[in-house]
């Protein structure tokens, strides 16, 4: 398994921690949230931020949210929905199934990215695994950008396996 992907499942785990406990893993910064990659100047993504760190993400200008994780992942916020509301941020969820990423899925992605005009978007899900590999075939698909580059950032977070795999290599 690559060095990257274990990285980020350490980190997530580590999501967890600061979930169900008192103690604290993540930064308040945009670099501090788990699992940060921009990618532009527009399009920035991670694994899962917290109410504080939405706060960070609104107050860096950016204006839509695009969860790709279902709401029961295991450290996903109870009311994502209703905390960014009450921020001013608009919330785009299109909750994948880790075990199965399918084609609507990705044209549900590639409809809210068009969709989205100038605004800043964030894009999140529980560890960027889903975000990376979905982000990763944008660029290569609908941007026709090198796919080299847009393999770089891709392997920065994981190597994707199994479904993900295959997944990517439609691209």
């Not at 308040?28 to 949230?33: A, K, N, T, V």
């Not at 996903?76 to 969820?93: C, K, N, T």
């Not at 609507?104 to 894009?123: N, P, Y």
Request: one cysteine or more.
């Amino acid at each position: 398994m690559a060095l990257s992907t274990i990285k980020t499942i350490k980190g997530f785990l580590l999501t967890m921690v600061e979930k169900y406990t008192p103690l604290k893993t993540s930064k308040d910064s945009l670099e501090g949230i788990y699992n940060y990659l921009p990618i532009s100047k527009s399009i920035s993504t991670s694994g899962q931020p917290t109410e504080k760190q939405f706060q960070l993400i609104r107050d860096a200008g950016y204006q839509a949210i695009i969860n790709l994780a279902p709401h029961n992942v295991e450290n996903a916020l109870p009311d994502e929905g209703g905390v960014l509301e009450s921020l001013g941020l608009r919330y785009i969820h299109i909750p994948v199934d880790f075990k199965n990423p399918t084609s609507e899925d990705f044209q549900a992605f590639t409809h809210a990215l068009k969709s989205r005009g100038v605004e800043k978007v964030w894009i999140h899900c529980a560890a960027n695994m889903r975000v990376s590999a979905f982000i990763y075939r944008y660029r290569v698909e609908v941007l026709k950008e090198r796919e080299s580059d847009a393999k770089q950032d891709l392997e920065k977070i994981w190597q994707p396996f199994g479904v993900w795999k295959d997944f990517v290599s439609k691209a």
